[in-house]
């Protein structure tokens, strides 16, 4: 069982979809989708095998190419992918997605694989232990209910217990699901009208909803949560000094490998790195600036190093 | 640069730059010492087609650098993915891919000999019937094609029922766009997802490290050795000082750090007779070799000590056996309870309790309270003392903290009442 395997390369998948059009294409129409899906320089590979017949795979007639194969053409699944489905079945979350009779579909058909792995053969030995209770029926019928919301750009009507114990009462318009790997919760990053009449990026942990209905209002505007999220960040990024002792240099890069970053070296054994966050992310990355103790210095923005100074 | 090819035989080497550009991305070229500028280079152009989008150069004295700029906050899917989708192959192996399995697509069997006569009458295309049948034989280890004997001929066929229930079932497929971005070995469901033409447009993944994707041929080559209870032999190159060595062990558990994304093997070296972790990333090969019977028993007692650890190591600078940290911590009660209950979430297991007003103690024993360093200097600002039956890691705490107020230049008492 390889994981890197030509079955599951670029150029497979670009084939595919040339194979299984339901039209005659055209050279451009070809030369189009590859640069579309391939990588920057795939049209420099793929176009020249086509034209001289190595893969032969188009009758090509007059200026069309016509697929040698159905367009109902379905790759099955390799052995891999068939124990990776198999591992998934054992992970508590699986049962927020599939019903008892889908799950049971599934295992049927996976009856004679081994799974890729079992659960107790990996250990996440920092995570914190109140994760959200998956396997609990309230939870999982919100937990359908907004990721149902979000597909279809729906406004739901959630009631929600704030941390600070505030009751909140609004009409969102779910965005994202969000998973946290390390507090083992959801999140929804979900959209409100602000009194600006603009949108808001609000973040509402899923445990905490107390009530949520779909409401048969559909959200029709344009929605750029990436804009949104970027456009938190704070204009001055976080400035740090790396000392590079005890590995720090590495253990930094590492660590910080989850934010928008940049790095560069500023004299023998000291880099410069820039993280850009915004105010939801400030109280976590100051715990995680100060994991590091000495290995680490804040020298900007002041802001972030007047909380550090503060801590 | 006339050779140059996009896609590549074999990973280990790619592995490699792909993540000192993403971890690093401030080397320039004259820094990557190990390889020639020649294959910087071609290994630079690569990266740049495969992951243009994300490729990011600066121009520094003495050149410019090349970085991976990816922020996992903005994506619904991991870019270093697509590394894993650039195998090379031969003219023959798409063409065959193609039409055997066009050829299979509804459910009839065929043997090597059916088929080579099927390529020729149906596409016009001619092949030797060794070629075919060593074609199935492949696509048959790898799980694609069925087998069956009907006399004396093997006769080749497609299941394909459940890729149709997968592509008819919407919450099988949300199931998969999570667990690409959240679980192990997403790059698998990554590549179920594709082959069933959906993508993730539901969920982000907080504290996701992308850069780990590229240990995952490592993570299956050791999950299939744990699987059938085999020792391993590892080849380890050092991330410090880039040495190569060789370790044997029997490989029992995969460590994850949910905060670094770090995961480690860990295993029993019977030359030491100890439980020690190694990272993958550090690890460059995984050899197997032979069964190892007494399994199951070290499984049981690295179940029984795992309590004991704090991370990832089974012993302290100091050798003792087992050492107990004690943090006494100032809590302005009711208002920062909060600070409770970090200790219980994130703690441990150690002990919790209250000593009086506004103050209260966390302990636990640990094989090396060093790992607990980092999380015990985040509450920074509120211990009032600590305590370590491991005199050096008092002292690597008291004086990190004494470097801190230096550095920062406030004021700090270092003397056992630290605020």
């Known amino acids: 069982m390889e994981l890197f395997s030509e079955i599951y390369s670029c150029y497979y998948q670009v084939m595919r979809h040339l194979l299984t059009c339901q039209n005659a294409l055209t050279a451009d129409e070809i030369?189009?989708?590859?640069?579309?899906?391939?990588?920057?320089?795939?049209?420099?590979?793929?176009?020249?095998?086509?034209?001289?017949?190595?893969?032969?795979?188009?009758?090509?007639?007059?200026?069309?190419?016509?697929?040698?194969?159905?367009?109902?053409?379905?790759?099955?699944?390799?052995?891999?992918?068939?124990?990776?489905?198999?591992?998934?079945?054992?992970?508590?979350?699986?049962?927020?997605?599939?019903?008892?009779?889908?799950?049971?579909?599934?295992?049927?058909?996976l009856n004679s694989v081994e799974p890729l792995w079992h659960p107790k053969q990996i250990y996440y030995f920092d995570r914190f232990t109140d994760g959200d209770p998956y396997t609990d029926d309230a939870y999982r019928s919100k937990f359908r209910t907004l990721l149902s919301a979000q597909k279809n750009r729906q406004y739901a009507d959630i009631d929600y217990n704030s941390p600070?114990?505030?009751?909140?009462?609004?009409?969102?318009?779910?965005?994202?699901?969000?998973?946290?790997?390390?507090?083992?919760?959801?999140?929804?990053?979900?959209?409100?009208?602000?009194?600006?009449?603009?949108?808001?990026?609000e973040i509402l942990n899923i445990a905490r909803i107390q009530k949520v209905c779909l409401t048969d209002k559909f959200f029709t505007g344009q929605m750029d949560l990436n804009a949104l999220i970027q456009d938190s960040y704070y204009k001055e990024p976080l400035r740090l000094h790396i000392l590079n002792k005890r590995n720090a240099l590495e253990r930094a890069m590492l660590h910080f490998a989850n934010y928008k970053k940049n790095t560069r070296k500023i004299g023998e054994n000291t880099y410069e790195c820039l993280i850009y966050y915004n105010q939801a992310m400030e109280t976590e990355l100051l715990i995680e600036v100060l994991s590091f103790g000495p290995m680490l210095k804040v020298v900007g923005n002041d802001r972030f190093l007047n909380n550090l100074k503060k801590s | 640069m006339s050779n140059f090819q996009e896609l590549i035989k074999s990973f280990p080497k790619t592995r490699e730059y792909v993540r000192d550009f993403f971890v690093y991305g401030f080397k320039t070229r004259n820094e990557f010492k190990e390889k020639s500028p020649r294959t910087y280079d071609n290994e630079r152009r690569r990266l740049e087609s495969w992951l243009g989008p994300f490729v990011q150069r600066d121009y520094v004295p003495?050149?410019?650098?090349?970085?991976?700029?990816?922020?996992?906050?903005?994506?619904?899917?991991?870019?270093?993915?697509?590394?894993?989708?650039?195998?090379?192959?031969?003219?023959?192996?798409?063409?065959?891919?193609?039409?055997?399995?066009?050829?299979?697509?509804?459910?009839?069997?065929?043997?090597?000999?059916?088929?080579?006569?099927?390529?020729?009458?149906?596409?016009?295309?001619?092949?030797?019937?060794?070629?075919?049948?060593?074609?199935?034989?492949?696509?048959?280890?790898?799980?694609?094609?069925?087998?069956?004997?009907?006399?004396?001929?093997?006769?080749?066929?497609?299941?394909?029922?459940?890729?149709?229930?997968?592509?008819?079932?919407?919450?099988?497929?949300?199931?998969?766009?999570?667990?690409?971005?959240?679980?192990?070995?997403?790059?698998i469901g990554n590549e179920i997802l594709e082959q069933l033409e959906s993508q993730n447009r539901s969920f982000r993944v907080k504290h996701s490290f992308f850069v780990h994707t590229l240990e995952d041929e490592i993570l299956l080559s050791l999950l299939n050795a744990m699987n059938r209870k085999l020792n391993v032999e590892l080849t380890i190159k050092s991330s410090k000082k880039g040495l190569e060595n060789t370790a044997s062990c029997i490989p029992l558990q995969i460590f994850v750090s949910a905060r670094s994304g770090r995961r480690f093997l860990c295993g029993y070296v019977k030359r030491s007779k100890r439980f020690t972790c190694f990272r993958l990333d550090t690890v460059k090969q995984v050899g197997c070799l032979e069964p190892a019977p007494e399994y199951d028993g070290l499984q049981?007692?690295?179940?029984?000590?795992?309590?004991?650890?704090?991370g990832v190591s089974f012993q302290g600078t100091e050798r003792h056996h087992l050492d107990t940290l004690t943090m006494t911590l100032y809590v302005k009660e009711p208002r920062e309870l909060y600070i409770v209950d970090r200790l219980k979430r994130e703690g441990r297991g150690g002990s919790v309790t209250r000593m009086g007003e506004n103050t209260w103690q966390y302990q636990r024993e640990s094989f090396d309270c060093n790992e607990m360093l980092p999380w015990v200097r985040t509450f920074t600002g509120r211990i009032l003392s600590l305590e370590c039956t491991a005199k050096s890691v008092e002292q690597r705490f008291y004086q990190d903290l004494e470097d801190m107020y230096q550095m920062y230049q406030t004021g700090g008492n270092t003397d056992g009442t630290v605020f």
């Open chain 1, 31 to 109: 030369r189009s989708r590859i640069c579309k899906e391939g990588f920057e320089e795939s049209l420099l590979a793929i176009i020249p095998k086509l034209e001289n017949g190595n893969w032969n795979l188009f009758q090509k007639e007059h200026e069309l190419y016509f697929s040698k194969i159905n367009s109902e053409f379905l790759t099955p699944l390799s052995r891999l992918q068939k124990s990776y489905l198999k591992a998934l079945l054992s992970d508590p979350r699986i049962t927020l997605f599939l019903n008892r009779e889908q799950l049971h579909s599934l295992e049927h058909m």
């Open chain 1, 164 to 201: 600070n114990g505030a009751r909140v009462h609004h009409y969102y318009v779910p965005a994202r699901l969000e998973y946290s790997v390390k507090n083992d919760k959801f999140r929804l990053l979900a959209l409100k009208h602000a009194k600006n009449g603009r949108m808001r990026l």
């Open chain 2, 62 to 187: 003495g050149g410019f650098n090349i970085s991976l700029a990816i922020d996992s906050g903005l994506l619904d899917s991991n870019p270093l993915f697509r590394v894993w989708k650039t195998k090379s192959f031969t003219d023959n192996d798409i063409v065959l891919h193609f039409l055997i399995l066009d050829l299979l697509q509804d459910g009839q069997s065929l043997t090597a000999e059916e088929l080579t006569d099927r390529l020729l009458t149906d596409y016009e295309t001619l092949f030797d019937i060794q070629t075919v049948r060593r074609k199935c034989n492949a696509y048959e280890k790898e799980g694609l094609l069925g087998r069956e004997k009907s006399g004396k001929a093997v006769r080749f066929f497609l299941d394909n029922r459940l890729s149709h229930w997968l592509k008819s079932n919407e919450s099988a497929r949300d199931a998969l766009a999570f667990y690409q971005m959240a679980g192990c070995l997403g790059i």
């Open chain 2, 300 to 310: 049981e007692k690295l179940e029984r000590n795992r309590c004991l650890l704090w």
